[in-house]
């Protein structure tokens, strides 16, 4: 491999072949979103059938869009960090998302489906009253408008820290062409858009994959490298909650969050209700599972390979990369600095995760505010005025999630991960409402009220504690890992398994300081 010095920092970044599939992918997106906007609908066209697709969806490519829609840019660059620092303990969220997958289809999904409504809160008005409805509407517009503002501009400034890559133009060309497909095409844009995005998601980890165990040496090699290093570490049943990730957290806790995600968030809602049938709605999140089931997978095992790969030189601890989140962007340009075009690939595979996610938040929105704020001011227009109103409001917040990415850049990253956890905490004590709406009768409009209103501040109590007082790396459980052989100008970036390493028949375990130390010595 192509020597560097361990002093020097990164500074390999993209070249033409990568833009122009990038571009590919962006065009493409466009393209899909435009043939929907012009393709002939049967019979005449309703505001309903902009936000739900007529209601005539087949469940693969919906079960693929909710996929697609769950794995932002955040989550491409995070999972593959994730498992590298905590382990392959990561794809027990795997089950915590098949309970999840099992008790909406069974319990939530026929409530909504069967009432015919196009926003989650028409339930709460049903249930709880006006009151209700206008409350889950506001707080779902805010945190939403600023979660998608975020995820937009996360990516491209984790990028351009990692590659050199232009903030702006990443920003500004993915939030635009975002915009454009959404606001034209409504909801049948976005779920065939996401069925290509998760497709060029899957091929960008697969290739990451593929690529980065030849180098290793072997898929046997990577798992003894992982095993040795504390990476296949299924048997974590710890209860401690300050650690990160556990069999309990992941599987118990991850069902809980992912509840609240799928069960009653109008983003996955308002697809799995555009279905033909109930049953095909409960195919849809069968098939999401199974996506979901493969993406993860492929993304954890890609922090894998990453920490076979960089088994003598972890990048963060030798200081090539200043956050968890460059891990990722690093790898890839480094295994792929021979390849041009591969590391567009993954850039259109961050991407995708930012445009599917955008797209189904633009549209949700749009829903929302039609549904729950100015339809029941609009009773008397006609279907082709409702239709250009909600196309409006589509373009009304695209634009304005691009200017809330374009404004966080003036704003201190710990604000910006602050505002993740508050957004966050609103979710809980939502899902509680609609919790005891469905399944608790006896429950009336003030115990609802109280509900959410204690539900959100003990949740925000633990939110703003653990964020002001965290748990240290150990505590959470941070695995330990191995910078030893960067100390020299002239090593190496990775020295391949086998040569001047440690003994990959040693079991490594963590001294006090956290680094992997060999039970004997260097062989």
Not at 180 to 187: A, F, P, R, V
Request: proline letters at 4%; one cysteine or more; hydrophobic letters at 45%.
């Amino acid at each position: 491999m192509e020597e560097q010095s361990a002093s020097e920092p990164f500074t390999s970044g993209f070249v033409l072949a990568d833009y122009a599939v990038f571009a590919v992918m962006l065009l493409v997106s466009m393209a899909i979103g435009l043939f929907q906007a012009l393709k002939k609908s049967q019979g005449e066209a309703r505001a309903d059938d902009f936000f739900t697709g007529g209601r005539s969806m087949p469940a693969v490519p919906v079960g693929l869009s909710l996929c697609a829609s769950f794995m932002s840019a955040v989550q491409v660059l995070g999972v593959p960090a994730e498992a590298f620092r905590y382990g392959f303990k990561f794809l027990y969220m795997c089950l915590g998302q098949t309970i999840n997958s099992l008790l909406t289809a069974y319990l939530f999904l026929p409530v909504f489906f069967r009432l015919g409504i196009t926003s989650t809160n028409q339930y709460l008005k049903m249930r709880f009253g006006r009151g209700m409805q206008l409350l889950g509407s506001i707080q779902f517009l805010v945190a939403t408008l600023l979660y998608t503002g975020i995820v937009i501009y996360a990516p491209a400034l984790i990028l351009n820290q990692a590659t050199g890559l232009n903030m702006w133009v990443s920003l500004f060309s993915t939030g635009i062409i975002c915009t454009l497909y959404t606001t034209l095409g409504g909801m049948k844009a976005v779920i065939w858009t996401d069925v290509f995005q998760i497709i060029v998601m899957l091929s960008g980890f697969v290739a990451i994959f593929i690529h980065g165990t030849v180098l290793v040496g072997s898929p046997a090699l990577v798992l003894e490298i992982a095993n040795n290093g504390s990476r296949v570490n299924f048997n974590d049943f710890d209860v401690d909650p300050r650690q990160r990730y556990t069999f309990w957290s992941l599987s118990v806790g991850g069902a809980l969050v992912w509840l609240s995600m799928y069960g009653v968030n109008q983003a996955q809602v308002q697809r799995y209700i555009s279905c033909r049938t109930e049953r095909e709605a409960q195919w849809a999140l069968f098939v999401n599972q199974v996506g979901l089931c493969l993406i993860v997978s492929s993304a954890g095992t890609c922090g894998i390979v990453m920490f076979a790969y960089y088994l003598n030189c972890d990048p963060l601890k030798s200081g090539r990369i200043s956050a968890p989140d460059l891990y990722m962007p690093y790898f890839v340009l480094d295994i792929f600095k021979s390849h041009p075009g591969f590391p567009g690939l993954f850039l259109a595979c961050a991407y995708s995760g930012t445009l599917s996610t955008a797209s189904t938040s633009i549209n949700a929105m749009a829903a929302v505010t039609m549904e729950d704020l100015l339809r029941p001011h609009l009773l008397h227009m006609t279907q082709k005025k409702l239709i250009l109103i909600s196309k409006g409001l589509s373009l009304l917040y695209g634009v304005s999630c691009i200017t809330v990415a374009a404004l966080s850049s003036f704003l201190d990253w710990g604000v910006l991960q602050g505002s993740f956890t508050v957004m966050g905490v609103v979710s809980g004590p939502l899902l509680g409402v609609f919790i005891l709406g469905m399944f608790v009768p006896a429950t009336n409009k003030l115990g609802a009220f109280s509900g959410i209103l204690a539900g959100f501040c003990v949740s925000l109590w633990l939110a703003v504690g653990s964020t002001l007082y965290p748990p240290s790396e150990a505590t959470m459980g941070v695995l330990p890992s191995y910078a030893g052989q960067c100390e020299s100008g002239n090593n190496t970036l990775n020295s391949r398994p086998g040569e001047d390493q440690h003994s990959f028949s040693t079991r490594l375990h963590p001294n006090d300081q956290g680094l992997l130390q060999p039970l004997s010595g260097i062989t």
